[in-house]
């Protein structure tokens, strides 16, 4: 199914639509059905190495919520690691695309569709670990809407639970321009991904595919210490930060940011 980015309906001025409703309509049927081809999955579980699954392990977790689980990917890599996984998004057809990847794989996946300034609505019990990853949490855009979502992860959690949170490196695209290889999270080798539009409060991503279809994402364009600052505001004890998954890095240099922000209080709680 061939699409076009006037399907994702931003208005007559795209670089105006910074409301955090929208991105409902931005995953619209068209864009899922090609977003595999996007992170290709082979590729991006060799990046990824076993990042997350290490640091779940490590962590004693068992008990999963992934916030922001799009086709599925992360969702059914943990259930393969042998995690008890809830897969929970904002986009229907997301969640659709999500249960068919699953089912393919041998697994049927657990799917919630939640907001997550409503989160703990629509799920039940709490979970050891919530992971919102592939730069979802930046389709926020007005900061009542990001510490109420913090909360909201905050509140799923068990006592001594982990949050685990990627954003794109929006510190060097706001000042040194936009310069990556897809190393990590978008590996689709013909897929061209950019920002055609950037300041201070939007970074508007175009997305093409091999076949001319032109897709489109905005997201607010997150800095790493804002971000941290948010999640130690919202009651997060401990939150450490990486850089393409390394722990030492110069702020430059990464594709993306993770931070692991823990919520049981320490006494050794240095900030990294």
Known sequence: MSSTATDQAFGEKPEECRDSDHYAAEYNEGFVDKWDDLIDWDSRAESEGDFFIQTLKERGCKRILDVACGTGFH????IEAGFDVVSADGSADMLAKAFENGRKRGHIL???QSDW?????????????VICLGNSFTHLFNENDRRKTLAEFY??????GILILDQRNYDSILDHGYSSKHTYYYC?????????????????FRYEFPDKAVFHLNMFPLRKA???RLMREVGFQHVETYG???????DAEPDFFIHVAEKEYREDNDEQ
Do not use: C, M
């Not at 969702?75 to 943990?78: E, F, K």
């Open 75 to 78: 969702s059914v890599r943990l």
């Open 110 to 112: 657990r799917t919630v």
């Open 117 to 129: 300034r409503q989160l703990n609505r629509d799920i039940h019990g709490r979970y050891d670990a």
């Open 155 to 160: 509140s799923a959690l068990n006592h001594d």
């Open 188 to 204: 689709g080798n013909d897929v061209s991904v950019y920002p055609e539009y950037v300041d201070s409060g939007l970074t508007r």
């Open 226 to 228: 804002y971000t941290r």
């Open 244 to 250: 393409d998954f390394k722990e030492t890095y110069r």
